[in-house]
T-cell receptor
Framework: GQQVMQIPQYQHVQEGEDFTTYCNSSTTLSNIQWYKQRPGGHPVFLIQLVKSGEVKKQKRLTFQFGEAKKNSSLHITATQTTDVGTYFCAGRKNDMRFGAGTRLTVKP | DADVTQTPRNRITKTGKRIMLECSQTKGHDRMYWYRQDPGLGLRLIYYSFDVKDINKGEISDGYSVSRQAQAKFSLSLESAIPNQTALYFC??????????FGPGTRLTVL
């Protein structure tokens, strides 16, 4: 069945360092979304990618969708303490499947 | 998101009890979803509904049932709760863009 794998599970960085989380699907996706969940909060939508090879940027965040539409990545440049939280990818094939998330902690 | 509300926010119950979690939304979306979140497993889809007459099973529907009472209301029931249903439950809505808008969550503990 459809599976979405996300790595790493945890990432601890020094403030100012870069951060990347990767998402891989066992099947070709129609779209992929990224969400951020702050500690104690609920997931909040960041972005959706639809096209093969698509790259989108939001300030220090860069999102990519692979050419085969089976993988995606989120890269944060020069992390800040406000970036702390868990980042989830969610891929849609027949229904929406979330990755397990990458929990980011940032040391000031 | 204040447009999606869930009640109760916290619930402790005993094995075998029937539990209902409720979700209401004022976003006017047709699509509603129930997810559970467990540490290390992310969010898993339990049930979803694309309109009042439409109910679909998700990845982990066993042991759960749902009711879509109106466009704005979608409830999740555990007919006979068991300890491995202890989790954080999220309701979400979406429009045709597929963006999920989550409620604040319900923390359920089954003893």
């Amino acid at each position: 069945g459809q599976q979405v794998m996300q790595i790493p599970q945890y990432q601890h960085v020094q403030e100012g360092e870069d951060f990347t989380t990767y998402c891989n699907s066992s099947t070709t996706l129609s779209n992929i979304q990224w969400y951020k969940q702050r500690p104690g909060g609920h997931p909040v939508f960041l972005i959706q990618l639809v096209k093969s090879g698509e790259v989108k940027k939001q300030k220090r965040l860069t999102f990519q969708f692979g050419e085969a539409k089976k993988n995606s990545s989120l890269h944060i440049t020069a992390t800040q303490t406000t970036d702390v939280g868990t980042y989830f990818c969610a891929g849609r094939k027949n229904d929406m499947r979330f990755g397990a998330g990458t929990r980011l902690t940032v040391k000031p | 998101d204040a447009d999606v509300t869930q009640t109760p926010r916290n619930r402790i119950t005993k094995t075998g009890k029937r539990i209902m979690l409720e979700c209401s939304q004022t976003k006017g979306h047709d699509r509603m979803y129930w997810y559970r979140q467990d540490p290390g497993l992310g969010l898993r889809l339990i049930y979803y509904s694309f309109d009042v007459k439409d109910i679909n099973k998700g990845e982990i529907s066993d042991g759960y049932s749902v009711s879509r009472q109106a466009q704005a209301k979608f409830s999740l029931s555990l007919e006979s709760a068991i300890p491995n249903q202890t989790a954080l439950y999220f309701c979400a809505t979406s429009d045709f863009t597929d963006t999920q808008y989550f409620g604040p969550g319900t923390r359920l503990t089954v003893l």
